[in-house]
DNA sequence: ACGGACATGTAAGCAGTTACATGATTGC
DNA sequence: GCAATCATGTAACTGCTTACATGTCCGT
């Protein structure tokens, strides 16, 4: 099965939302999507142009003074293969866990090295617990009708804070292994 | 910062539990870290030879009639590149969840679809969770000391575990949200 | 005057996948 | 006799990243 890039559809989706340039773009995702998709400033634009080409997506130059900016929005026949594409079914995406690696091979390493990873490792996933918290409580305290996309922003938010929850509990639980291992 | 190369590191680790063969590192890797580390078959075979050129592998070819197996062991200066990667500090892994990047622009699509796509997940889910459970059951049902690994394998297996329920939480959670909205 | 954000792009490289190719052995 | 598994490898591609390149605008 042909791997294919799946970068379009972020891109055709996000300009579904509304029309952005490139900028934009990249700006819009690192601030929402970022957790669980991320693109590449140097991904984004020549995909913009690919879409245009194939007539996905249509742009028009605007200026504040003489800075240019290329805003994009999308065509009925993008429309069309971002819904097709939405409506596929998904496979769990492969992943690669460097850290889950490490403990695999965590035999060949003293206890005292692998539960100061464990520790270290806690506090970052901590740290981005408590950023996902604050998100909820600034941006969604409220579950207004005022924006179709705020429910399904909120779910995704909430898929981040019971990731970091559920490592979390399985820290603790490694470090208890080791620490009765240890005695 | 450059991206290395990772593939290298799972190999060695491989290979230092026991020596084995191009073919039986796959094999042994689809049983046991498949589910946050692949290696394609294609890859195994070129970074052995890549190691081998670096020294950090040795190989000596055995037959069992005319078939041949080519069987790969590490050397010190394999041991010391593994150890040094092993205590390296690790960054959280960026990840590409499409399942993900689907929910955040659910709003396109009519509710009754987006409930449609979570329940056909949370059986995919709840399928990997019993996988889990029963490796649990058959592998680990006592923790014993005729392994040094064991405990380890145990926890990433744990990791699996814990990981999928709370996938699991989220999928009923956002079919709630949804349910609310419905009515 | 200068750093940082705004804004768009290209070039090179690499990691990893898919597909292809070959042949031996085992089990039904 | 045939399919599945064992076993090793190459070629081609492609998606993505890193690094580079250029210039504007704004705030201090």
Known sequence: MKKVDKSRYAILGMLLIEPLSGYQIIKEMQGSTDYFWQESDASIYP???????????????????????????ITPKGKKEFLSWI?????IDKRRNEFLLKMFFGANVSKEKILQ??????????????????????TFSKISDDNSHKMFWYMTLRSG???????IKWINECINILKRVNK
Chains 1, 2 share one sequence.
């Open 47 to 73: 995909m913009l142009k690919i879409l245009e080409k194939e007539g996905k997506v249509k742009s028009r130059s605007e200026y504040a003074g003489k800075r240019e900016s290329r805003v994009f929005e």
């Open 87 to 91: 409506e596929m079914p998904t496979e």
């Open 117 to 138: 990873k464990l520790f270290s490792r806690l506090e970052t996933v901590q740290e981005l617990k408590r950023k996902f918290k604050s998100i909820e409580r600034d």
């Open 161 to 167: 804070l019971i990731d970091a929850q559920a490592e």
